[in-house]
């Protein structure tokens, strides 16, 4: 199926991929919540300057060791840090509200058996339709960007690498989160350029990334 999917598809894919991510983070850039419509009233200046922050530190290689932090990484740092020393400094009311505190197994898990609980005396009949829909959509998107991802590491020099592969391995990682309760596993062209940025180059700098998430 790679085959078939030319290089200006995903060029476009990767590009408008980022204009949409860019639109959406304007509302969080202001100090409100994701997909919202700032209005003038509403807007918390300081926000814009733990973002400032965060882009200073990405766009300013620093001297010595720390050169080797990855700049997305410098720059989440540096944010965090700001919103943290501002919020000490009682001014919360200028910034915007927080993440919340991640899900935990045990709600994950109660979330599974109240679903599982209702299967029973669910009809499938109205809902096929729409299932497949989604299917074929997000089916889709990952295809795309795990496709975009192998282009990404193109751009860095890198041989072209086997993508009927990856796309196998990325079914059975689907088929995997679908039985656990997950969401859709693709591959991620901002996680794949921050990796070979960082200096991973084999498969176990993606497993160690994957022990990182499952930890945090």
Do not use: K
């Amino acid at each position: 199926i790679a085959a078939f999917v030319p290089y200006p598809v995903l060029s476009g894919f990767l590009n408008g991929t980022a204009v949409l991510l860019l639109i959406s983070q304007i509302g969080p850039l202001l100090g409100r919540p994701l997909g919202t419509v700032p209005v003038l009233s509403d807007i918390r200046p300081l926000a814009a300057l733990v973002v400032a922050a965060g882009l200073a530190a990405m766009m300013f290689r620093p001297p010595g060791v720390l050169a080797r932090i990855p700049g997305v990484l410098r720059a989440l740092i540096a944010a965090v840090l700001m919103d943290g020393a501002l919020r000490l400094a009682g001014l919360d009311a200028w910034l915007g509200p927080l993440l919340g505190a991640p899900p935990t197994l045990e709600g994950h898990v109660a979330d599974m058996a109240a679903g599982i609980a209702t299967l029973p005396g669910l009809s499938l009949g109205p809902l096929l339709p729409h299932l497949l829909l989604a299917v074929a959509t997000v089916s889709v998107l990952i295809v795309l960007e795990t496709l975009g991802s192998a282009a990404a590491l193109r751009e860095f020099g890198q041989p072209r690498a086997d993508l009927d592969r990856d796309l196998r391995a990325v079914a059975v990682a689907n088929v995997a989160a679908g039985a656990a309760g997950g969401l859709p596993a693709n591959g991620s062209v901002v996680a794949t350029a921050l990796c070979f940025a960082a200096g991973g180059r084999e498969r176990l700098s993606a497993l160690s990334r994957g022990v990182g998430v499952l930890a945090a």
